[in-house]
């Protein structure tokens, strides 16, 4: 049987299903008769039965009657036609040829049931397409479908999720799990496997004490000599805080705290009207580059650890001045020693039995700081199961400035009254690829107990085993060094995804060694910025800066399944600086280069339904004024700046400023056209003219212009938000930390009644 001539097919497109003869129409064996009621699918484009090339004897007839273009090679866009006689006519003859691109992004037809389609060949398009069963403008059901499913009870577990907390736009619950509307422990887990792992850390951390690998050793500081090593801020802050119309000025030192309400005002202030604490606010003295929370049981304390550098380090070098370090300054003690402190937070009693845990009036204390000669701590990140059963808050990894990793054991303090202040000689185990001349790790993350995942300057990812302590595995997975990674663990601690400074995001399965499957979203990008990139557990995937070519402030969702195709869940009004997703609830926060937080409900923004209107809310807002130069010693009673934080900011529209712009601008075209039509193409109308501008519609165009334009303003680099981790423990999972350049902190209380 001759083959089906192609020639005048319409080319299917990629993003179009891939449906295999095979799979829908199954062709029995044995021989197959050439009748035409058993081959009607084989037919010419222009409806006449397809030749037959079986049968010689009946094509020589058929080829004189009716000629026809003999394309029976592979490469049927030939332009001379081989297989027929000298001087027989081809097809369409008399008009122009038609250049058909066999590239650019198309599948070319298949010649028999079985053959695979070539892949695009056009050197002028990119290859890097997603043929897959997800479209992007699948919505709801479909989208829920394909990304979660296809077996029902998958599906079913997002569906109820999705129906939990679709009261709550913008903020979480402060609701226990028994609630239909509470958070939730993940539901991607089997039951009990959070207990099991929790028996097996505390296992592990009993034999890395008794000696496996190198034993953490560490001397005691005298209060005078800790004190001294804390960076210093050089003098206190003024904080405005209040309600916008009548806010007051407080003064905070290094290591002080506020007890805040609802309002914004202290709880002990005259004009507060509630006396109950929603949040605290700190100063720690430096820059906070990192923070982590301690995963815990415990229910009267809660630990958070923060990386902190001095101002000097982060200063704008002066014109006329050296803006490089001297070989002598590279290894002073001043710009090496690093600080890592940990906050201790305790709630209040709860309030009724079916709510959260709430903060108390009792002010935040400095626990424990630890010092190290590796220079700056940059990252650092808790082993994400508890083993506080065995004295200990739990495992530290931290990146140094040296370009190494290390894991400190932070042993509880029982000192209530006063800081201890330790420095570190050795640490648990120090990861590092030594044998690499000039290979650094830039990121870190943890994937389960024992195991941890670095991220490397030339563009590597390794994974470590801390008990036996060993080098298990590493895979080339980008070509420049990797800013930021993420796991997704508890439920897949084996997916890492990792953004270098130039490429592709890419999600890789460390599961399937030596060679690791990998994925990657297509449009390459250059990114500067760390802390953008997380995994929600009840969404199951991970939450980062919208990959893209050009700059943007959108916050996008990429499902583990389908990383290659990016979901817009929130935009900003200013540059993005850090995103966090919870642990137990589908909240999102994001903080910007102008200081403001922004919270949504990304699981209800990623199923939304066409008109349904979606939310997102300005948690606060920080602006920062420096004073004097920063980073000095002592400056008792002196301000090095004055910094301010609105709150109380109502919803608006979660959507693109430039979605927004668009459909104005098509409501004004049509409104104009039924302006056209009403006064029967007669022109303009006298006072309002056919564009539909002015008033509330012009006032709603410049609106939108001006939230444009704000992306591109530069504010103080103190403002900026430089983190956010919202608490992973269960009866704590409303509470935040934000992160602040002017060296303040606020852990907040989000949820809702």
């Known amino acids: 049987m001759r083959l089906r001539n192609t020639r005048g097919v319409k080319k299917r497109y990629v993003e179009e299903p891939i449906l295999f003869d095979d799979e829908d129409e199954p062709v029995p064996p044995g021989n197959h008769s050439r009748d035409k009621d058993d081959d009607d699918d084989f037919e ?95 919505r709801y059901s479909a989208l829920r479908d394909a990304m979660y499913g296809p ?13 939990r907390w679709a009261d709550f736009p913008v903020l979480p619950p402060r609701l226990l799990p028994e609630d239909p509307q509470g958070v939730l422990p993940s539901p991607w887990l089997p039951a009990g496997f959070e207990a099991a792992q929790e028996r097996a ?32 801020a050089g003098g206190d802050v003024a904080v405005v805080v209040g309600p916008w119309d009548r806010q007051k000025e407080f003064r905070l030192s290094q290591g002080g705290s506020l007890s805040l309400s609802a309002s914004g005002l202290p709880v002990d202030d005259a004009d507060a009207t509630d006396t109950r604490t929603s949040s605290w606010m700190l100063d720690v003295g430096g820059i906070p580059l990192a923070m982590s929370w301690a995963p815990t049981k415990r229910q009267d304390i809660q630990v958070l650890a923060v990386a902190t550098v001095p101002f000097s380090d982060q200063k704008p070098a002066r014109r006329d001045g050296p803006n490089t370090l001297s070989p002598a300054a590279e290894n002073d003690p001043a710009t090496t020693t690093g600080c890592i402190q940990l906050w201790e937070f305790v709630p209040a009693p709860a309030r009724c039995p079916g ?149 592709c995001a890419t999600l890789t399965d460390l599961s399937r060694p030596p060679s690791a499957e990998t994925t990657y979203f297509p449009v390459p990008a250059i990114s500067f910025q760390p802390n953008l990139l997380c995994w929600s557990e009840p969404m199951q995937g991970f939450l980062a800066l919208y ?16 990383f290659c195709q990016a979901r817009s ?50 948690v606060f807002e920080h602006e920062f004024r420096p004073f004097g130069s920063g980073g000095g010693e002592g400056g008792e009673g002196r301000l090095r700046g004055a910094a301010r934080v609105l709150q109380g900011f109502v919803p608006e529209e979660n959507d693109d400023p430039r979605t927004e712009k668009r459909k104005e601008m098509d409501r004004k075209k049509r409104a104009s056209k039924k302006k056209k039509k009403k006064a029967g193409g007669k022109g303009r109308r006298a006072g309002g003219g056919e564009e539909g501008g002015g008033g509330e519609e012009g006032d709603r165009e410049a609106e939108l212009e001006e939230r444009l334009a704000s992306r591109v303003v530069i504010h103080e680099p103190l403002t900026r938000v430089t983190t956010i981790k919202w608490n992973p423990n269960l009866q704590f999972s409303c509470w935040a930390a934000c992160a602040l350049a002017s060296g303040l902190i606020k852990v907040m209380d989000l949820g809702v009644d």
């Open 547 to 562: 990959p893209s070519s050009t700059p943007n402030t959108t916050v996008a969702f990429l499902h583990h399944r389908y």
């Open 201 to 232: 850390a505390a296992r592990w951390y009993e034999d890395v004490r008794l000696g496996a690998g190198e034993v953490q050793r560490a001397r005691v500081l005298a209060p005078e000599e800790g004190r001294r090593l804390v960076p210093q």
């Open 44 to 138: 010419a484009p222009d409806g006449r039965a397809a030749p037959d090339e079986d049968d010689d004897d009946d094509d020589d007839d058929d080829d004189q009657a009716e000629p026809t273009s003999a394309d029976d090679d592979d490469d049927d866009d030939d332009a001379t036609n081989d297989g027929a006689a000298p001087g027989a006519p081809r097809d369409g003859a008399g008009q122009p040829k038609k250049h058909r691109n066999a590239g650019a992004g198309m599948l070319q037809n298949r010649k028999s049931f079985h053959a695979i389609p070539h892949y695009p060949l056009e050197t002028r398009i990119v290859t890097r397409v997603y043929a897959g069963p997800l479209r992007r403008y699948a």
């Open 355 to 503: 709510e959260l845990a709430a903060p108390s009036t009792r002010p935040p204390r400095l626990l424990n700081a630890k010092f190290f000669d590796w220079g700056r701590p940059k990252r650092l990140e808790f082993c994400p199961v508890p083993i506080d059963s065995s004295g200990s808050y739990g495992m530290l990894a931290v990146l140094c400035g040296d370009g190494k990793a290390r894991v400190i054991d932070a042993r509880v303090v029982d000192d209530a009254d006063a800081p201890l202040y330790e420095w570190i000689d050795t640490p648990l185990a120090t990861l590092a690829l030594t044998a690499d001349y000039n290979t650094t790790a830039t990121a870190l993350a943890w994937a389960t107990t024992n195991r941890l995942i670095l991220g490397h300057t030339d563009g590597s990812l390794t994974l470590w085993s801390l008990l036996p302590f060993h080098l298990l595995l590493r895979v080339p997975v980008h070509t420049t060094h990797i800013i930021d990674l993420s796991t997704a663990a508890p439920s897949h601690p084996y997916l890492v995804a990792s953004i270098p400074v130039g490429g």
């Open 569 to 618: 869940v929130t935009t900003a009004p200013n540059t993005l600086a850090c995103v966090a997703a919870g642990r137990t609830h589908p909240f999102v926060l994001a903080g910007c280069a102008d200081g403001s937080v922004f919270a949504c409900n990304a699981l209800q923004k990623l199923f939304k339904q066409k008109g349904e209107p979606l939310r997102k809310v300005r």
């Open 151 to 163: 077996e029902y009870g998958r599906i079913k577990v997002v569906w109820d999720l999705e129906i």
